[in-house]
């Protein structure tokens, strides 16, 4: 169960970034560099999520190799499966999450990636290097993993909401509830709740789950895009579905804040290092792959977003405040209960979409 206390950094989050931006930059002149070549006069272009990357990583790279990185953001794996599915309007670098990287492997929209030219995949621990989402030839390398749970506000809610009761089948905290808006999320979590595994979701289970969370969406404020860590900050809700690394983020302006894995377990994520297929620069795109993998450069990157990284060298140079974080690196029954997620094909998802969809027009 996580303690009451995020990270103790002395700053605020918004003055750390600024303080670590200038550190990074610093710092920058040490960073291992092996596999990186002047390109001056280049550009690579990166689709990720937003605040997903180092104070200077990107200038960084830059000052490395002359390669200008020109970011773009998408908010949903779902946006940035379709905007690809269309056809890759000139991306060199994406971030899909795990279940999408078996998604876009199937539809032929990844490059197999030349590891060879990747040496600093060397630094990810172990336990990350063998992947049931993307068995070998590797199209993807972990970035970052997750796991959602309940981010809350101490001083509003009684106790520890350790169960996804209080979220999906309770009035208790009427109008002051945040769910997640994708859709498979809630069905396989609301399966959890009901003692039943998130993998394998059966139609009866996904009916019954689905029934349940249109009897208590009245009594749930606001859906949201992976940004229920800010509706927490203004105070629209006491609790929300989200993931561990935002709620550390929000901790660090709002010592009111804290995070918990449920009880009856969760659902565990990676988000991965991707090349599409057609991307303009596939040598640049492996070439940065590689940098955001060097250990200080993971450094930098874990400092900023807060999120538990599987880079084994960069999270040995990381202060205690951050190895150490029951929010970052959860442990306990909730976790001890979780599992990864898995796509189960086309068909469990348009039963999932239907379903949520039906729920929320209710």
């Known amino acids: 169960m996580p303690s009451n206390a995020g990270p103790q950094f002395p700053l ?21 560099l092996s596999g990186c070549s002047r390109e001056a006069g280049r550009k690579l272009n990166f689709y990720s999520w937003d605040t997903y990357i180092g104070e200077t990583t990107l200038a960084d790279f830059e000052r490395a190799t002359g390669v200008k990185v020109v970011p773009s953001y998408f908010a949903t794996n779902d946006e940035l499966f379709t905007k690809l599915r269309a056809g890759n309007p000139g991306y060199d670098v ?11 492997r199937a539809a032929d929209m990844l490059l197999p990636l ?16 063998t992947a049931d989402y993307d068995p070998d030839p590797r199209h993807s390398l972990p970035y970052t993993w997750l796991v959602l749970g309940i981010g809350y506000r101490k001083s509003k809610v009684e106790g520890v909401p350790d169960s996804w009761k209080w979220l999906f089948d309770s009035d208790r905290y009427a109008g002051r509830i945040a769910w997640i808006g994708e859709a498979a999320d809630l069905i396989r979590l609301g399966a959890k709740y009901k ?39 203004a105070g629209d809700v006491d609790l929300v579905l989200e993931y561990n690394g935002d709620i550390a983020q929000a901790m660090q302006e709002d010592s009111d804040l804290d995070f918990v894995v449920p009880k009856e377990g969760s659902l565990l994520n990676a988000d991965t290092l991707a090349i599409p297929r057609g991307a303009p620069s596939p040598d640049l795109a492996h070439q940065f792959i590689n940098f955001l993998l060097d250990a200080e450069v993971g450094k930098g990157i874990a400092e900023t977003i807060l999120y538990p990284t599987p880079n084994a060298a960069a999270k040995a140079l990381m202060p205690d405040a951050y190895r150490n974080n029951p929010v970052i690196f959860p442990h306990g029954p909730g ?28």
Request: glycine letters at 6%; zero cysteines.
């Open 12 to 32: 605020p989050r918004r003055s750390l970034l600024a303080a670590l931006g200038a550190a990074a930059g610093a710092a920058a002149v040490g960073v291992s």
């Open 94 to 104: 994406i971030v899909p999450s795990n279940e999408f990287v078996t998604r876009m």
């Open 114 to 129: 030349d590891l060879d030219r990747i040496p600093n995949m060397a630094n990810l621990a172990p336990a990350f290097m």
């Open 195 to 233: 003692g039943q595994s998130l993998l394998g979701v059966d139609e009866a289970t996904a009916r019954a789950v689905a029934a349940m969370l249109t009897a208590q969406k009245r009594h749930v404020r606001a859906f949201h895009e992976d940004n229920g860590q800010d509706l927490l900050l």
């Open 335 to 362: 976790m001890d209960a979780s599992e990864w997620g898995r796509y189960e094909g086309p068909d469990s998802q348009r039963l999932f979409d239907e379903l949520v969809t039906k729920m929320r027009a209710a």
